[in-house]
């Protein structure tokens, strides 16, 4: 439970900050600008 409160609260901050995120999708890094961002509900 911790670990996902604080992926929720380091996305939140990337997303007020106005950062994007790098994922790994489909076996690629790939960024996600700010607005595109989902914090997930703890």
Request: aromatic share 4%.
């Amino acid at each position: 439970m911790a670990l996902k409160e604080a992926v929720a609260e380091a996305l939140a901050e990337h997303k007020r900050l106005g950062n994007p995120i790098a994922i790994w999708r489909n076996g690629k890094a790939v960024w996600i600008p700010p607005e595109e961002i989902v914090v997930p509900e703890i």
